[in-house]
C-alpha cells in the first residue's frame, strides 16, 4: 500500500466537491471514490472527512439529505449547490494554476 | 466547562437532533467499512475490530464536526444580534425607554447590594474573622449593655484558662491629651493587650503592632495610630514612625501606622485615634485597680480555636461564669451571673440590619414594579409588529427562530439597562458610605467588587431572559391568520398586561405606603420638642489632661482643685464678649455621648437583699447649665454657686424620675445615693429633655460639676456671635486658662440636632426617590395599558357615539376602565401591605439598644390616613394617567372609526 499523505483541509474540501460534481453521494462513499481515484495514494483520514462536509454544508456549498443508499440502508446524501459548483470550478482553476507554478519552479532549476 | 455551555446553548439551536444525525452517519460509514473488509476475508468479530481501527476515535470525529457547528451557532448568534439592533434602532425611544426603565430598578438594587455586601455579607477583613467573639459578663442578659458589667484584670485572667479560646484580649477607650504639635490634641485612646492585633489578625501598614515586651510594666510608651487620624492629622507622613509626643506626663514613641480596616469601638460612639499597650495607661496600669477583682472597665475579645465550635465555646464561658461567681462571692452578682461571646461580625453590623432589611426590600419592590412594566411595553411593541412577525413566519422563519430573535432583543435591552444601572450605581457610591457611616464601623468596606458585578450581572440576565420568554407564552408569532385580519390581537395578551399592571398598582401602592410611613415618622421625630432650646446655642469639649492632678492627691483635694480649675475656666468664657451666658456638663442632649448611668438609691426605699438597684442615666451641670440651655425648673431650685465641693452634696432629678421613683411624694428633700457609700440631697426637679429625639427620655439625676471630679466637659454657650467667630475667642480663652487643655468639637446645638435627624432624612429620600419612581412608572403603565384597549375600542366607540353616545359617556366608559384596574390594583396592595406587616411585626417598632432609634415614630403600620393618602394618590394619578387616552377616545369621529380596520 502506498504511503497515506495527509491533506491540507482546503485541499481535502476542494477533493470533496470535485467528487460530488459527479453526483450525489454518502461520506463513505466519497471517501472510497477519492481512494479509487487517486490509485489508493490519497487515504481521507475521517477525522478530517466528516467535519470538512459539515462544514461544506454549513458554507452553503453543499446540501445534505437522507435517503436510501444502495444496500437499503438509510445514509446522508450529499450533494453539490449552484454555490458549490461556482466554488469548485474556482478552487480548481488556482489548484491549477498553483501546481503549474510549482512545477515550473521545480523543472527550471 | 466550554462543552457544557456548547450544550446548553445548541439545544437552543435544536442540538440533540443533529446529534442523533452525526450518529447515524458515522455507523453508517463504519458498517460499509466492516462488510468491506469481511469481503476481503475477516471474521466478522476481526472486521469491526479493525474497521474501527481504521476509522480512527469515533469521539474524536465527532468533536471535529463539533467544531465546525460551534462556528456556525456563533455565526446565528451574531446574525440575530444584528438583525436585533436594527430593529431595536428602528424605534429608538422605546428602547431608550426600556432601558432607562431596568437601569433605574437595577441602579437601584445594586446600590443597596453593594451596602449589603459590604457590610453584611464579606466576611470581616481580619484573620479569621469569624471566630472572633466580643465578650460580655453580668446578670440575666450580658449583651443588654445595661447588664454588662464590663471586665476587671483578673476576669480576663480566668476567662483566659477557657480551652476553646486560644486567646482573649482586652480593650478600653480612654480619652487623652497630645500634646507636641501646634495646639493640644484630644485623641481617643484604645488601650490593649499586648498581642491584640495579633489576635485580631491585623498588620500594620508602617512599622509595626504591640509585641510582648511593650506591655511590661514601666516599658517605655509606645503608640499605634489608626489610618484616618493619621490621614487627618498628620497628613499621611511615612516618617511619622519614630516621633515622639508627649501624653499623660511621659513621652510617647509612635512605633506603627494601621492600614484603614474598620475598627469597632465596643465602648463609645466615636472613632479610636491612637492604641496604646496597657502598661501606657496610667489607669489600668496602677497596681491596685490590677489587683482589685472589682475593679471594671475594659472591653474583651476573644478568637475561638479553629477545632472548637461557637457553641462549645459558649458552654466554656457558662462554666467559668458560675465557677467565679462560686469562688468570688463577693465580686460577682449572684442570681443569674453569665458570661457570653457573641461573634465580632454581628456586633458591628447589628445597628444597620433592620433599615438595611427596608431599603433592600423597597429596591426589590422597585424592580419587581419595573419589570412589570417593561414586560408591558413588550408585549406592548410584540402586538405593534405581530405584522411584521407573521410575515417572516410566512416567508419561512421558524418559531424557533424568532423566539430566539425575540430573546436577543430582550438580552441585548437588559445588557444596556444592566451596564447603565451599574453606572448609576457607581455615582451613588460615596453617598451611601456616608449615610451607612452613622451605623457601623464597616461603612468603608461598601464598594462595588465583583460580587456586586456578579449580582447586576446576573440581575440583568434573568430580567433578560424573563422578559426575553414573555412572548412565549403569550403570542402565537407565526400565525399567518394575522395577516389576513389587520390589527386583531389575542385576548390572552391583552389579560397578560391587565393582571401586569394590576400587580404593579398593587406593588406601588405597598412601596408608597413604606415611604409614607417613613416620611410621617420623619415629620414626627423633626416636631419633637426636646426639652429645651437648639438656637444661639454653641457647643464644644474641654478635656483636661488626667496627670494635672496626680491619682496620689487624696480624693477630697482632688475634687476641689478640679472644681477650681473649670470654673476658672467658667469664669473666662463668661468674659468673652458676645457670651450671654455659660453652662456646662459632662454631656448635653441630642451630643453623640450618651449621659453617663449609675445605680439610684433611695434613703426611704431601702432595697431587699440580693436585688439590684435600678439604673438611671446620671448627668452633671453647672449651676447655669439649665438657664443656658432653657430648660424649665419644675420644683424645688437649680444647683447654686453656694454647691461647692467642700458644701453638702447635693442633686437634682428629672420629672420622670420625679414620677417613676416618688409617685405619691415630693423628691425636693429627700437623699439618695449613688452607689459609692456618699448620700445626696435632693433640691430641684426639672424639666424632661430628649438625649435622641426618637426615643423617649428616661429617668435621670443631675449632680453638680463642682462636686464630681470630671476630666472631660462639654460646654454650652448662648450667643448671638457667628460660631466661627465665637470658637477663635474661645479657643484664646482657653488657651490663657491653660496652654495644654484641648478644646475641640465646636458645633451649634442647632447643627447637632440636624445630625441626629440626618440618617432617618437620607432613609426616606431614598425610599421616596423609589416611590416616586414607582408612581412614574406605574402611571406611564396605566396610560399605555388604557390607550392601547381605547385603540382596540375604536371600532366600538364609532358605533356608540353613531347610535347617540355623547362624549361624556365614551369618556366615562374609559375612566371606569382605568379606575376598575387601580381598585383592584389597591385592593392586592392592601393585602400584600396587611400580610407584610404581620411578618415584619416586632422589627418596624422595636428599638435597638445601640444607637438606632426605632423605624416607624408615633406612627402605625397600618394608620389609616397613611393608607388612604396613598391610595388617594394613586386614584388621582390613575385618572390623570387615563386622561389622555379617555380624551381621545371620546374625540373618535363615528365615520372614521367605523370604516377602520
Redesign the interface.
Known amino acids: 500500500m502506498a504511503p497515506k499523505s495527509d491533506l491540507l483541509q482546503g485541499t481535502l474540501d476542494l477533493l470533496v466537491l470535485r467528487t460530488l460534481a459527479e453526483g450525489a453521494m454518502?461520506?463513505?462513499g466519497i471517501?472510497q471514490r477519492i481512494q479509487q481515484l487517486s490509485k489508493d495514494v490519497l487515504q481521507v483520514?475521517?477525522?478530517?472527512l466528516?467535519?470538512a462536509l459539515?462544514?461544506l454544508e454549513?458554507q452553503g456549498l453543499i446540501e445534505a439529505e437522507?435517503g436510501n443508499?444502495e444496500n437499503n440502508?438509510?445514509?446522508?446524501f450529499y450533494q453539490l449547490t449552484r454555490d458549490g459548483r461556482k466554488q469548485l470550478a474556482e478552487e480548481a482553476r488556482n489548484w491549477e494554476r498553483l501546481s503549474t507554478a510549482v512545477a515550473r519552479v521545480l523543472a527550471g532549476l | 466547562m466550554i462543552r457544557y455551555l456548547t450544550v446548553r446553548l445548541g439545544s437552543l439551536f435544536g442540538r440533540e437532533q443533529l446529534e442523533r444525525?452525526?450518529d447515524?452517519?458515522?455507523r453508517?460509514?463504519i458498517?460499509?467499512?466492516t462488510e468491506q473488509l469481511v469481503q476481503q476475508g475477516l471474521s466478522h468479530e476481526d472486521a469491526r475490530r479493525e474497521a474501527l481501527r481504521q476509522?480512527?476515535?469515533v469521539d474524536?470525529?465527532k468533536d471535529?464536526?463539533r467544531?465546525?457547528?460551534l462556528?456556525?451557532f456563533v455565526e446565528i448568534a451574531a446574525q440575530d444580534v444584528r438583525y436585533a439592533v436594527r430593529s431595536l434602532r428602528r424605534t429608538p425611544g422605546f428602547a431608550l425607554l426600556i432601558v432607562l426603565t431596568m437601569a433605574l430598578g437595577i441602579g437601584a438594587n445594586t446600590a443597596i447590594f453593594s451596602v449589603v455586601n459590604g457590610v453584611l455579607l464579606r466576611p470581616l477583613p481580619y484573620k479569621g474573622g469569624d471566630k472572633l467573639v466580643e465578650l460580655h459578663q453580668g446578670a440575666g442578659d450580658p449583651s443588654d449593655p445595661a447588664n454588662d458589667i464590663g471586665f476587671s484584670v483578673k476576669d480576663l485572667e480566668d476567662y483566659r484558662q477557657a480551652r476553646s479560646f486560644s486567646d482573649v484580649v482586652e480593650f478600653h477607650n480612654m480619652l487623652f491629651t497630645l500634646l507636641g504639635r501646634s495646639e493640644p490634641l484630644r485623641v481617643s485612646t484604645g488601650v490593649v493587650s499586648a498581642n491584640y492585633f495579633d489576635v485580631l489578625g491585623i498588620k500594620p501598614l508602617y512599622g509595626r503592632t504591640f509585641v510582648d515586651a511593650d506591655d511590661r510594666p514601666g516599658a517605655p510608651a509606645v503608640l499605634v495610630l489608626t489610618h484616618d487620624y493619621w490621614a487627618r492629622h498628620f497628613d499621611e507622613d511615612p516618617q511619622i514612625v519614630g516621633k515622639v509626643f508627649r501624653m499623660n506626663d511621659r513621652p510617647h514613641t509612635v512605633v506603627g501606622v494601621l492600614p484603614p480596616v474598620p475598627l469597632y469601638n465596643p465602648q463609645g460612639t466615636t472613632d479610636v485615634d491612637v492604641f496604646m499597650p496597657t502598661s501606657a495607661c496610667p489607669f489600668r496600669s496602677r497596681q491596685a485597680f490590677v489587683d482589685n477583682r472589682s475593679g471594671r472597665m475594659m472591653s474583651a475579645f476573644a478568637r475561638v480555636r479553629p477545632e472548637a465550635t461557637l457553641l462549645k465555646s459558649a458552654a466554656d464561658l457558662d462554666i467559668t461564669a458560675a465557677r467565679l461567681a462560686k469562688d468570688y462571692p463577693q465580686n460577682y452578682p449572684q442570681r443569674d451571673f453569665r458570661a457570653v461571646g457573641l461573634p465580632l461580625k454581628d456586633e458591628m453590623t447589628v445597628n444597620f440590619k433592620p433599615t438595611l432589611w427596608i431599603l433592600l426590600g423597597t429596591a426589590g419592590f422597585v424592580l419587581l414594579i419595573v419589570c412589570a412594566s417593561i414586560a408591558n411595553l413588550l408585549l406592548a411593541r410584540i402586538v405593534r409588529r405581530e405584522r411584521e412577525l407573521s410575515v417572516r413566519a410566512a416567508l419561512g422563519a421558524t418559531r424557533s427562530r424568532l423566539l430566539r430573535q425575540l430573546l436577543t432583543e430582550s438580552l441585548l435591552l437588559a445588557g444596556g439597562g444592566g451596564g447603565l444601572g451599574l453606572v448609576f450605581a457607581a455615582l451613588t457610591m460615596k453617598l451611601l458610605v456616608s449615610f451607612a457611616e452613622r451605623y457601623t464601623p464597616r461603612a468603608a468596606e461598601i464598594s462595588i467588587d465583583l460580587t456586586v458585578l456578579g449580582f447586576t450581572f446576573g440581575l440583568a440576565l434573568l430580567t433578560g431572559l424573563v422578559f426575553g420568554s414573555i412572548p412565549a407564552f403569550s403570542q402565537r408569532v407565526d400565525s399567518a391568520p394575522a395577516l389576513r385580519d389587520g390589527s386583531r390581537t389575542s385576548h390572552s395578551s391583552q389579560r397578560l398586561r391587565r393582571v401586569l399592571i394590576v400587580a404593579q398598582i398593587g406593588a406601588s401602592f405597598m412601596l408608597l405606603i413604606a415611604a409614607g410611613l417613613m416620611l410621617r415618622s420623619l415629620m414626627n421625630v423633626q416636631a419633637v420638642n426636646p426639652g429645651f432650646h437648639t438656637e444661639h446655642l454653641l457647643t464644644f469639649r474641654a478635656d483636661m489632661g488626667f496627670d494635672k492632678y496626680p491619682v496620689s492627691m487624696p480624693f477630697a483635694e482632688r475634687q476641689a482643685r478640679f472644681a477650681q480649675y473649670w470654673h476658672a475656666f467658667e469664669q473666662r468664657l463668661r468674659a468673652v464678649p458676645g457670651v450671654s451666658s455659660v453652662g456646662a456638663g459632662g454631656t448635653f442632649p441630642l451630643n453623640e455621648l450618651p449621659p453617663g448611668t449609675g445605680r439610684l438609691v433611695r434613703q426611704s426605699h431601702p432595697l431587699p437583699p440580693g436585688m439590684q438597684p435600678p439604673s438611671i442615666n446620671v448627668r452633671f451641670a453647672t449651676p447655669d447649665y439649665f438657664g443656658t440651655l432653657g430648660q424649665p425648673l419644675l420644683g424645688g431650685r437649680a444647683f447654686a454657686e453656694s454647691d461647692t465641693a467642700d458644701a453638702a452634696p447635693v442633686a437634682m432629678v428629672n420629672q420622670t424620675a420625679a414620677k417613676q421613683y416618688w409617685p405619691n411624694e415630693d423628691p425636693v428633700g429627700t437623699r439618695i445615693e449613688s452607689g459609692n457609700g456618699s448620700f445626696m440631697t435632693i433640691v430641684g426637679v426639672v424639666a424632661d429633655v430628649r438625649q435622641q429625639l426618637d426615643r423617649a427620655p428616661g429617668a435621670e439625676v443631675y449632680l453638680p460639676l463642682a462636686q464630681a471630679a470630671l476630666l472631660g466637659t462639654t460646654w454650652i454657650l448662648k450667643t448671638d456671635l457667628a460660631p466661627a467667630e465665637l470658637e477663635r475667642s474661645v479657643r484664646a480663652a482657653a488657651q490663657a486658662h491653660d496652654a495644654d487643655l484641648p478644646v475641640s468639637s465646636f458645633r451649634t446645638l442647632a447643627d447637632v440636632r440636624s445630625i441626629t435627624l440626618t440618617p432617618r432624612r437620607v432613609v426616606v429620600a431614598l425610599i421616596g426617590l423609589f416611590g416616586a419612581l414607582a408612581l412614574v412608572i406605574t402611571a406611564a403603565g396605566i396610560a399605555g395599558v388604557v390607550a392601547f384597549s381605547v385603540n382596540q375600542r375604536t371600532q366600538e366607540f364609532g358605533i356608540r357615539m353613531a347610535l347617540g353616545a355623547q362624549r361624556g359617556r365614551v369618556l366615562s366608559l374609559v375612566l371606569r376602565e382605568g379606575v376598575a384596574l387601580v381598585l383592584v390594583g389597591l385592593a392586592i396592595g392592601v393585602a400584600g401591605a396587611a400580610v407584610l406587616t404581620r411578618l415584619l411585626g416586632q422589627m418596624l417598632v422595636a428599638a435597638s439598644p445601640q444607637t438606632s432609634g426605632p423605624l416607624l415614630v408615633d406612627v402605625a403600620p397600618t394608620d389609616v390616613v397613611t393608607y388612604i393618602g396613598v391610595a388617594a394618590t394613586l386614584l388621582l394619578v390613575a385618572l390623570v394617567a387615563c386622561a389622555m387616552p379617555a380624551r381621545r377616545a371620546a374625540s373618535v369621529d363615528p365615520m372614521v372609526a367605523l370604516r377602520a380596520q
Open positions: 454518502h461520506g463513505w471517501s483520514n475521517q477525522g478530517s466528516y467535519p459539515h462544514r454549513q437522507w443508499s440502508r438509510q445514509a446522508k | 444525525e452525526l447515524a452517519e458515522l453508517y460509514h458498517d460499509m467499512l476509522f480512527g476515535p474524536t470525529v471535529g464536526v467544531d465546525a457547528w462556528s456556525r
